[in-house]
T-cell receptor, first 114, second 111 residues
Framework: DAGITQSPRHKVTETGTPVTLRCHQT?????MYWYRQDPGHGLRLIHY???????DKGEVSDGYSVSRSKTEDFLLTLESATSSQTSVYFC?????????????FGQGTRLTVV | QKEVEQNSGPLSVPEGAIASLNCTYS??????FFWYRQYSGKSPELIMF????GDKEDGRFTAQLNKASQYVSLLIRDSQPSDSATYLC???????????FGQGTTLQVKP
């Protein structure tokens, strides 16, 4: 299994509080992704990173920010959590962004905003 | 229009039948296409990828790509109850490094 660790695995937080999810990899892969998964929507890309300090928006980036200060860590922050951000969050890594390169997924983080 | 579209299903097939899963995409610059399988409560895992027009076979799985029609499919032969899962189509559009997923198709294989 690819060395990807997401933390925490489960979190319950209150509306309006900040939340940070962490993705840690031991594969030295260049690309890292954050997705959210909701029933009927599949996986939707929030943000991705193509190197240290290099990030870009995905399909559903509003309300989320990311940071990557080291190759191995990619942080997703909800500045002020809302109930609509209740979801399962997956981190993925990819060695490159080239066409034939697959992505490997972490175990997921279940976030509940009450 | 979503960049990648799949019929959410559920698609129900009897054991031993061929399951056919379909996916369309909107970006003509898309170069590679992936099929992931996701069991309930688990992470997605790669089944196969394809980037040339035509068919690509791997065991009981065949991926088919038609870039002119912007269409990619996954055939599962001799379907087994253990194939029951959600199948996610993913596309790398152009050279952005993004990986965009469809909403997934739930497959149920009945004994």
């Amino acid at each position: 299994d690819a060395g990807i660790t997401q933390s925490p695995r489960h979190k319950v937080t209150e509306t309006g509080t900040p939340v940070t999810l962490r993705c840690h990899q031991t594969e030295n892969h260049r690309y890292m992704y954050w997705y959210r998964q909701d029933p009927g929507h599949g996986l939707r890309l929030i943000h991705y990173s193509y190197g240290v300090k290099d990030t870009d928006k995905g399909e559903v980036s509003d309300g989320y920010s990311v940071s990557r200060s080291k190759t191995e860590d990619f942080l997703l922050t909800l500045e002020s959590a809302t109930s609509s951000q209740t979801s399962v969050y997956f981190c993925a890594i990819s060695e490159t962004g080239l066409v034939s390169t697959e992505a490997f997924f972490g175990q997921g983080t279940r976030l509940t905003v009450v | 229009q979503k960049e990648v579209e799949q019929n959410s299903g559920p698609l129900s097939v009897p054991e031993g039948a061929i399951a056919s899963l379909n996916c369309t995409y909107s970006d003509r610059g898309s170069q590679s296409f992936f099929w992931y399988r996701q069991y309930s409560g688990k992470s997605p895992e790669l089944i196969m990828f394809i980037y040339s027009n035509g068919d690509k076979e791997d065991g009981r799985f065949t991926a088919q790509l038609n870039k002119a029609s912007q269409y990619v499919s996954l055939l599962i032969r001799d379907s087994q109850p253990s194939d029951s899962a959600t199948y996610l189509c993913a596309v790398r559009p152009g050279n952005t490094g993004k990986l965009i997923f469809g909403q997934g198709t739930t497959l149920q294989v009945k004994p």
